[in-house]
């Protein structure tokens, strides 16, 4: 394994039309040494032309579809870095982003950092733009520097995190790969299991640019419904498992348990075809969505728990 080496996966799937835009943002990166593995899962488009036109700069698997799950799998098998990039097809970084993680996880090093994520600008296909951290109410101090407590902090919010994350190589024998038994929510499933492995180091800036409204994009379809659901299952999955339970805090598990489960009640009524239904679904979702930006707001409320390097 090449210490200095950073390997970037890219999984695609019938993305001709933005994964040379993605595979370009990630050759402009200022880091050297660089290896883009680009997996292509079964795509049908012109995905395979535009790819070819790379030539030598990126290796290419091509394997039947298996999912974004499987893709990013079979990258990370074959990546030979020490340290493993994600990035979604769709999706670009911006020039500086590796090198500044590498760099802060080496002088974090001594804290037993093996994670780095940083922040990510969220163009939605409306128009509307946020930050993953904001949108995941997340607030550090300081520009970059360390976060002692991501478990908790990740177990009642959503973080972006395969475009943004930088992880040492040996963190996957510890947490293991992307679960292919889940069509959504992986990502998150990923994240938690990561954080098991001790503190991450951050970067507030955003570096990566997350860009909605993709055709084929799972997040245009998959419901509310879906994503509580999985991310339901996925908690009681790790919260029930011999080797993960004990590193999330049970009593906050529970509250979010509780808490997802409304969330479901109240984005099934939505789907029902009685028009009040739907409107009292709607209704519960707006106040359950008000409630949680206030809880997160208290100091009963676990925050980022940082420190500057």
């Excluded at 799950?69 to 990546?79: C, L, Q």
């Excluded at 769709?90 to 760099?103: H, I, N």
């Excluded at 922040?119 to 951290?133: D, I, K, L, P, Q």
């Amino acid at each position: 394994m090449n210490e200095s080496l950073v390997s970037v996966v890219i999984p695609t799937y019938n993305r001709a039309g933005t994964i040379g835009r993605a595979v370009n943002s990630v050759l402009a990166q200022s880091w050297r040494p660089l290896e883009v593995i680009v997996v292509d899962d079964g795509s049908t488009d012109r995905t395979a032309d535009v790819l070819a036109s790379f030539g030598g700069k990126i290796r290419l698997i091509r394997q039947n579809n298996q999912g974004p799950s499987g893709a990013r799998n079979a990258g990370v098998r074959a990546a030979q870095g020490a340290v493993i990039c994600f990035l979604d097809s769709d999706d670009t970084w911006l020039p500086g982003k590796t090198e500044r993680q590498v760099k802060l996880l080496r002088s974090a090093s001594a804290f037993g950092v093996k994670c780095c994520v940083c922040n990510a600008r969220m163009v939605h296909a409306n128009g509307m733009e946020t930050t993953s951290f904001a949108a995941a109410g997340l607030r550090p101090k300081s520009k970059e520097g360390t976060w002692s407590n991501p478990t908790e902090v990740l177990i009642d919010r959503f973080l972006l995190f395969n475009q943004v994350a930088a992880v040492r190589r040996e963190v996957f024998d510890e947490a293991g790969l992307f679960n292919p038994n889940l069509r959504i929510m992986e990502d998150y499933d990923l994240a938690l299991r990561v954080s098991f492995a001790g503190p991450w180091a951050y970067i507030a800036d955003p570096l990566a640019i997350w860009h909605g409204g993709a055709e084929n994009s799972l997040s245009r379809t998959v419901s509310q419904r879906d994503a509580f659901m999985s991310a339901r299952s996925i908690l009681i999955e790790l919260g029930d498992s011999p080797k993960w339970g004990s590193f999330l805090p049970q009593r906050q598990l529970r509250k979010q348990l509780r808490f997802l489960r409304r969330r479901i009640t109240a984005a099934n009524l939505t789907s029902r075809p009685n028009p009040l239904a739907r409107a009292l679904g709607c209704l519960m979702l707006a106040g359950l969505r008000g409630a949680n930006a206030v809880q997160r707001r208290l100091p009963s409320c676990p925050q980022m728990v940082t420190q500057p390097v």
